[in-house]
């Protein structure tokens, strides 16, 4: 079974400064990862995606995150926050659950990140 | 290009009725994936359609729910009997493949139902 853990539901950062998301999973076979973005009212947006080429993976708007398998993390960061970097993320793994099965994401709770002026 | 449109954006009923919430993916896409966002239960997985094969339903939380997808595109969910606790955002995305794990899933703006 594969799950997903983000530590800390919201996160506040002035603007300027490093953003860091944390994102820990578990899964039975080796993942893929993803992060998505959410604004208000809004739907998802992939932000990166790790698929098992370089571990570190640099995404859209200046995010990138590193794959770590002695860790079974994956988080998300970005040196310098913007204000409009405000919004919800998540994070996903996608494993099969049996050959031929869905490859549906299993989501973490997501993380509000707001930025500070 | 057009990406994945849902309609309605907000849907409210009572307590009793069915609903229909459809979702067009994009256009070539093999694959759906209807998902729903409430605020107890984050983002869950409700069922999943590849290409022309049988769905699978195993993300479905009662037989109230039931999702079909009419000629390999257009998808509709349906709720019947709403109870309160079914109210939610219902996310829809679609993905070029269905057989590649790392295809990325691409989301609708999701249809926001409040069952009175």
């Known amino acids: 079974a594969q799950s997903v853990t983000q530590l800390g539901s919201h996160v506040s950062v002035s603007e300027g400064a490093l953003v860091l998301l944390r994102c820990n999973y578990s899964?039975?076979?080796?993942?893929?990862l993803f992060w998505y973005v959410q604004y208000p009212n809004q739907g998802l947006q992939l932000l990166l995606k790790?698929?098992?080429?370089?571990?570190l993976v640099k995404g859209i708007n200046g995010f990138e995150a590193e794959f770590k398998k002695s860790e079974t993390s994956f988080h998300l960061t970005k040196p310098s926050a913007h204000m409009s970097d405000a919004a919800e993320y998540f994070c996903?793994?996608?494993?099969?659950?049996?050959?031929?099965?869905?490859?549906?994401?299993?989501f973490g709770s997501g993380t509000q990140l707001t930025v500070l002026p | 290009g057009a990406g994945v449109s849902q309609s309605p954006s907000n849907k409210v009923t009572e307590k009793g009725k069915d609903v229909e919430l459809r979702c067009d993916p994009i256009?070539?896409?093999?694959?759906l994936y209807w998902y729903r966002q409430s605020l107890g239960q984050g983002l869950e997985f409700l069922i999943y359609?590849?290409?022309?094969?049988?769905?699978?339903k195993s993300g479905l939380p009662s037989d109230r729910f039931s999702a079909e997808r009419t000629g390999g595109s257009v998808s509709t969910l349906t709720i019947q009997r709403t109870q309160q606790e079914d109210s939610a955002v219902y996310l829809c995305?679609?993905?070029?493949?269905?057989?590649?794990?790392?295809?990325?899933?691409?989301f609708g703006p999701g249809t926001r139902l409040l069952v009175l």
């Open positions: 995305a679609s993905s070029l493949d269905w057989w590649t794990l790392q295809e990325t899933q691409y």
């Open positions: 899964s039975s076979v080796p993942p893929y």
């Open positions: 790790y698929t098992s080429a370089a571990t």
């Open positions: 996903a793994v996608s494993e099969p659950i049996s050959s031929g099965s869905a490859r549906q994401l299993t």
């Open positions: 256009s070539g896409h093999t694959a």
């Open positions: 359609f590849q290409g022309n094969s049988a769905p699978d």
